[in-house]
């Protein structure tokens, strides 16, 4: 089986300052595979800053890696031609955030909907271009008769979220990377959005790279997820070892910060100690075990056991993993 989308070593480094630079290396080289086989759903999980939004946009070509390599479709997306380039923007589809960073609060949303569908030449025609997108507001919960010909600051959150994940999917994607889509909308259309994206994967066989902070999501949408902390991968599997039975301290660092859904069982008392200090490994040099700036981290992988690496040396009786790509370790989802 081939990939669809291929990371080979790919790393970003920000660099600041005129005279005296200083460099930042956001995402430690990392290498990552979609299969064009089987549609999966993959989360990028950590705290503010770990990186994962830096690794989205690096996958996405919004940002310019600084080092390895970055394919699609087994074309280097450096040496891509124009077309290739735009089928490329057309099959890899981004979700942001903030909907309304999207908008132009001057046109009127049916603006975001039909201008993709014209770059791309998705439609011979007018009346083509408003069936497709009718379909895809349908497909995401909307009625397109309280949604279009509005302007943006007349829907809610929800509905500026629920349209973007429209105007990803009416492009007939083979990717679509979501950064924190439900991270602005209220609790009740969280579970909504994330049955929308499960949905695109199971019916229309699209692949979704999920960014979150939120584990509780990642579980619930998620077969596969990798835990960054400080731009290096620590953790990663499958959804249902990492978060049920995590190896990595930071992994359970954030799991334990998880309240547990038992009213009479005080937070304190299940969760422990959950402070950094408190979960690091003497003796480990990993990113999270290792807190100094001025020594650097080692980056080895372990196989914990099936479906389950892990960056922090927890017993000599683990292996090093025998690939650098970590989506081999990942488990294949059921069609």
Same mark, same amino acid.
């Given at each position: 089986?081939?990939?669809?989308?291929?990371?080979?070593?790919?790393?970003?480094?920000?660099?600041?300052?005129?005279?005296?630079?200083?460099?930042?290396?956001?995402?430690?080289?990392?290498?990552?595979? !979609?299969?064009?086989?089987?549609?999966?759903?993959?989360?990028?999980?950590?705290?503010?800053?770990?990186?994962?939004?830096?690794?989205?946009?690096?996958?996405?070509?919004?940002?310019?890696?600084?080092?390895?390599?970055?394919?699609?479709?087994?074309?280097?997306?450096?040496?891509?031609?124009?077309?290739?380039?735009?089928?490329?923007?057309?099959?890899?589809?981004?979700?942001?955030?903030?909907?309304?960073?999207?908008?132009?609060?001057?046109?009127?949303?049916?603006?975001?909907?039909?201008?993709?569908?014209?770059?791309?030449?998705?439609?011979?025609?007018?009346?083509?271009?408003?069936?497709? !997108?009718?379909?895809?507001?349908?497909?995401?919960?909307?009625?397109?008769?309280?949604?279009?010909?509005?302007?943006?600051?007349?829907?809610?959150?929800?509905?500026?979220?629920?349209?973007?994940? %429209?105007?990803?999917?009416?492009?007939?994607?083979?990717?679509?990377?979501?950064?924190?889509?439900?991270?602005?909308?209220?609790?009740?259309?969280?579970?909504?959005?994330?049955?929308?994206?499960?949905?695109?994967?199971?019916?229309?066989?699209?692949? !979704?790279?999920?960014?979150?902070?939120?584990?509780?999501?990642?579980?619930?949408?998620?077969?596969?997820?990798?835990?960054?902390?400080?731009?290096?991968?620590?953790? %990663?599997?499958?959804?249902?070892?990492?978060?049920?039975?995590?190896?990595?301290?930071?992994?359970?660092?954030?799991?334990?910060?998880?309240?547990?859904?038992?009213?009479?069982?005080?937070?304190?008392?299940?969760?422990?100690?959950?402070?950094?200090?408190?979960?690091?490994?003497?003796?480990?040099?990993?990113?999270?075990?290792?807190?100094?700036?001025?020594?650097?981290?080692?980056?080895?992988?372990?196989?914990?056991?099936?479906?389950?690496?892990?960056?922090?040396?927890?017993?000599?009786?683990?292996?090093?993993?025998?690939?650098?790509?970590?989506?081999?370790?990942?488990?294949?989802?059921?069609?």
């Amino acid at each position: 089986m081939g990939s669809l989308l291929k990371a080979e070593n790919i790393s970003k480094e920000y660099v600041s300052g005129t005279f005296i630079k200083k460099r930042n290396l956001a995402l430690k080289p990392v290498s990552f595979s !979609i299969d064009d086989k089987t549609p999966s759903i993959t989360a990028i999980a950590g705290e503010s800053g770990s990186g994962k939004t830096t690794f989205a946009r690096v996958l996405a070509g919004i940002l310019k890696k600084s080092s390895g390599v970055l394919r699609f479709k087994d074309k280097d997306l450096d040496y891509m031609t124009k077309d290739e380039e735009l089928n490329f923007k057309k099959d890899v589809q981004t979700i942001f955030q903030d909907p309304f960073e999207v908008y132009n609060p001057f046109y009127k949303v049916d603006h975001v909907l039909t201008t993709p569908l014209k770059k791309f030449g998705m439609a011979s025609s007018k009346s083509e271009s408003d069936e497709m !997108i009718i379909s895809a507001l349908e497909e995401v919960g909307l009625r397109p008769d309280e949604t279009l010909g509005r302007y943006p600051h007349q829907l809610s959150g929800g509905q500026r979220q629920r349209i973007m994940v %429209a105007r990803a999917f009416l492009l007939r994607p083979k990717i679509i990377i979501a950064d924190e889509p439900v991270s602005m909308v209220d609790a009740s259309l969280r579970a909504t959005i994330l049955e929308e994206l499960k949905n695109l994967r199971k019916n229309h066989g699209i692949s !979704i790279i999920y960014i979150t902070h939120d584990l509780t999501t990642a579980y619930q949408v998620a077969d596969n997820i990798m835990v960054l902390y400080r731009g290096q991968v620590v953790e %990663a599997g499958s959804v249902e070892n990492v978060i049920n039975n995590p190896a990595h301290p930071y992994t359970k660092l954030l799991t334990d910060c998880i309240p547990k859904p038992d009213p009479d069982q005080k937070w304190s008392k299940t969760s422990g100690d959950i402070t950094i200090q408190s979960r690091i490994i003497k003796g480990c040099d990993c990113a999270f075990c290792n807190q100094s700036n001025d020594k650097e981290s080692f980056r080895e992988i372990y196989e914990f056991k099936k479906n389950q690496i892990v960056s922090c040396k927890l017993s000599k009786k683990m292996k090093l993993c025998a690939d650098k790509d970590i989506s081999k370790y990942f488990i294949k989802p059921k069609k």
